[in-house]
């Protein structure tokens, strides 16, 4: 079993930046796939970015956030990072941490993976 924990989620203005962290419980986290979703009210749960090697080598991220988002990863510290940067009032959301065991192609669903942390709330204002 392995656990997630968020923080780093608040309020802020648009145009300004965020970073979120997700604290993952197992040692072998290096070799887990590791993603962001978000979910904003009303809406389903999407896709914001994944990171599949060990070192961070491969990352994905959906067209909405390209170029402002990046994701990483420490595996010393069982730690995935998502900075925020040029933030805008639609992404506004709860964000969730998520992780695999699986590496591959389906990356972007959320029925890809297995554990979930219970969010935190990203907030941008207008």
């Known amino acids: 079993q392995v656990q997630l924990v968020e923080s780093g989620g608040g309020l802020v203005q648009a145009g300004g930046s965020l970073k979120l962290s997700c604290a993952a419980s197992?040692?072998?986290?290096?070799?887990?796939?590791m993603a962001w979703f978000r979910q904003a009210p009303g809406k389903e749960r999407e896709f914001v970015s994944a990171?599949?090697?060990?070192?961070?080598?491969?990352?994905y991220y959906a067209d909405s956030v390209k170029g402002r988002f990046t994701i990483s990863r420490d595996n010393a510290k069982n730690t995935v990072y998502l900075q925020m940067n040029s933030l805008k009032p639609e992404d506004t959301a709860v964000y969730y941490c998520a992780g695999s065991p699986r590496s591959g192609s389906g990356y972007y669903s959320a029925s890809w993976y297995d554990y979930w942390g219970q969010g935190t709330q990203v907030t941008v204002s207008s």
């Open positions: 990171t599949i090697d060990w070192n961070g080598g491969r990352t």
């Open positions: 197992r040692r072998t986290f290096s070799g887990y796939t």
